[in-house]
């Protein structure tokens, strides 16, 4: 029997990290999606393969490719598509462990539908994390939606952030939120995100869940992450059944607050976490797990990531292998 294909569309970033150890010199390795693709290869069950829908520059394509044929799970026909622009690259510096600044520069350019929509056809989910945030605009998003009949989890990342005129990134509200919402059966955001989408995150899951969204996560940090789910989910089956019903759930929220799986390195690296969290999470689900299987299986991969820096060798690292950097 075939694979089945999950898609996976972000954005190959190349970091240079300064703060993240002070007694560190600053740090240059892959970001971006690449933490993502390595929590999938590690997570997704064996009968599935991912198919990266990533653009990447002309000038990090090599790197690009050297690093997907390091992982297990990628499609025969995975490759990173080799765009005639610089690739996009991401200045952190961390005042704290959790509180970084960001400055972008680099010119991949967005998907357009016409060359979006053949790429979709033999996809059986996918997963969305906007990375740079220009990866995807809101009317590619709904025509997505309109012709993809398969799952979608979207973390909305750095849909929340506008760029000024050096590249520093500055959080933003995102316009037209709930048409954004109504795209996605999955959704994940931070609580900084969360707070520039609603006053307090019940009423964002709410004007979520009546969008047709099923569950929500708000990562938060090293305190864990917050977990909302539409009344009658419970496993990834429930989605078609609940999004074909076309009503607005009825029903209580189910909500808790999931405490983080404890890491073993005290002074670990946070970079990536709630990439490689939700990518785990959505692979669970992919796996027939139930939400709450699916939570504790994330966390303890986040845990993983903070032990492990970079994204180089993370995939071993989180499956339990010696990490070859």
Known sequence: ????????????????????????TPVQEWGGITYALSALDAALPSDWEVVPLVKVGFDMAAHARDFLSKLQRMAPDAAPIEVPHPNNRVVLRYSTAEQRCEQLTGGVPKWHW??????????????INLISGFELDLETAQLIR?????????????????????GMRIPQPLPAATEWYRCFDFLQVNEQEAELLAPDPMTLAATAFASGVQFLAMTA??????????????????????????????????????????????????????????????SRLLAGETFIEAIGRAMVAAARNVDHKGATGLAHHLRGELSVR
């Open 114 to 127: 016409l060359g979006l929509k053949p790429l979709l056809k033999d996809l059986d989910a996918l997963y």
């Open 221 to 282: 940090g090293s305190r864990g992450v917050i977990y909302f789910a539409a009344p009658g989910f419970e496993r990834l089956s429930d989605v078609t059944k609940l999004r074909d019903k076309m009503v607005p759930h009825t029903g209580p929220i189910r909500t808790a607050k999931i405490s983080a799986t404890p890491s073993r390195e005290k002074d670990g690296d946070p970079t990536g976490c709630g990439d490689v969290w939700g990518a785990t999470y959505f």
């Open 146 to 166: 309109q012709s993809f009949q398969g799952p979608i989890y979207c973390d909305l990342h750095s849909l929340l952030l506008a760029t000024g005129p050096d």
């Open 1 to 24: 029997m075939a694979p089945r294909r999950l898609g996976v569309i972000g954005s190959f970033v190349w970091d240079e990290i300064h703060g993240r150890d002070p007694r560190d």
